[in-house]
């Protein structure tokens, strides 16, 4: 309450300053707009660090968009005016789009296999094959795009490691497919301005009612929780489980934007006794289907979703509303004791509204979502999501977010924030501190307070934690910056946990990028603790045909301590997921080539060796191949 307090009196007695006019922006002559596809050109002019331009490349994938000089000053290391002397036309709001037509056929193909995991024990290698995988240890993944006109057409096939290549139930065909057509209008007058056929993807909101794609998840900046719908967009990503397939388009009216949704597919589907926890989404699973167990949860699940939603949209706000009916029909029994939790509907119909958009130094967002169905309460089913950031001046922002997840929300395709990977049903407070003290000095605090009240077994889930982050990034030029994050989680049914992360970046010249990260995390009660070393060298020069990443790091998690995981960004492969356990050393190595008649190449290499009684190395290489015609 002293919080809330504090923060109504700064608010009160700050006076609000006019951001640039969006009108003024667009007459700017040669201006460069901070959208991704300028990220590389304004990297390669020194515009922005390389830290910068991964940050912000990141904050695009999900679905992000910058709207003020305010937005960009939270998400930048560096210094906005810096950066604005630096170039004479920067705007800060992206340009009006304009739509080109393709006039001849052009596309590419892609190509991505991971080959077997190669073990080297006792001077041996070997191919390491699992005995209960029913497939080759092999991974690949086959894209193909094209354009022609105002047309595009993609199509994908892939298996995971393990997985058979082909199968014959339910359906026969490649262990994942997708494909989709889709039309766009060059002309804003006309009617239907895009219609896909197909696999596709949905972001509506706040993801609280319909988000097919993954998100950014929790993250110590309350800009990074904040979702930009993209709205409908085809798919040829790698989850198989969170796009949708069939019929979608997006209408127009005069101010306003139309968007209808019809989709019905086959899809994988987990016992609900699977899991104790409150998850939000109702059928996801990881869409592994290598073992028998995993076998038997493939396409038994029928999905059905059908909707209709409308929204306004400009060039500081938007807002809109959604009508969505879900209906999934189980096709076969996986478990003859399977008990469905009468709590989980597996037919429902769900209304939401969301808002957000900029005013002055005010920028906030929310969403509200309620349930229909014959097994809930309308108001045990009512999902709230709700966030604003102020910023008293360049130097100064203030934010506080809240959530409230009814005991009854479900979903079978939304990105909550929260605080598992599937979403729970929970209330969490969110209170964020951002102070630029220096030119060279940004310090980031923010506390999170969640409570879990609906839980089955309090064994297993804790009522409710408390968890504070405390960040500082210190840039003392273009080539030295270093970070540090303490991290501190205190739950009712736990010791304390704590974890301190240090990063130092070095840019010895335009090209050479150097990286020290170091990690310890320990519970208060014992002694063990985690610990990780890394070191990472990247060569990127944009003049020339060949880039590449080495990373080598050392780490230390003894049983009963936390886990540790890192999240390289590796040139050519994007970010990688790396979940460390016991003693050992990893080395990846990362190569991108290309060639004056558009043709890519990339290999990743990387070896994880683990210091037991008997020692063992685990050795595993990608091969990426593109090509843009």
Known sequence: MLLLTLFSLIFSCVQMRAQIPYESAQNLENAIPIIRSELENMLAQQLITAEDSQQLFIFFENGGSIQNSYQLQGLLQSDLPTIILNSEHFIILPPRQHRVAHSNLSGQCDLVAKLPTLLHHQNKLLWQQDSSHLGPAFSFQQRC???YQNWRFGAQ????????????HPTKGFDFMSAYIAWESQQKSNFVQKWILGSYQIQWGQGLQLWSSRGLGKSIDLLHLARNPAGLKPYQGKDEQRFLQGLALTANLPNLELLF???LKRIDFKALTDTLNEDINLTYTSGLHRTASEMAKRKNGLEQLIGIGIRRKRSLYQCGALILYQHLNVQSIIDSNLILNPK????????????QGTWRQLYGYAECVALCSQYNSLRQSIALNAAFIYYLNSKLELGLHFRAYGPSYQSFYSNPISNSSSGSNERACIFQLKWKAFNSLQIQLSNEYVQIPHALQISLLPMSFNETRLLWQLQKSKTQTY???????????SA???RVAFTADFKIEKSEELR???QFSAFSAQSSSSKLMAFAWRHQKFSKPLRFEFIFGAFQVPPGSPLLFTYPYLVG??????????VGTYRLAAFQYTTKDKWQFGILMSSTHLWTQQTSTQIQISIRLRKQF
């Open 145 to 147: 795009l094209f354009f």
């Open 157 to 168: 096939i892939a298996k995971d490691a393990g997985e058979p290549v082909w199968h014959q």
């Open 261 to 263: 949704i019809s989709s």
């Open 344 to 355: 989980k509907a597996l037919s429902f119909c769900s209304m939401g509204g969301y808002f």
């Open 483 to 493: 970070s540090c994050q303490l991290f501190l989680r205190d739950k009712t049914t």
């Open 496 to 498: 304390l946990q704590y």
């Open 516 to 518: 020290i990260v170091t």
């Open 573 to 582: 492969f994007g970010a990688q997921n790396l979940r460390l356990n016991g």
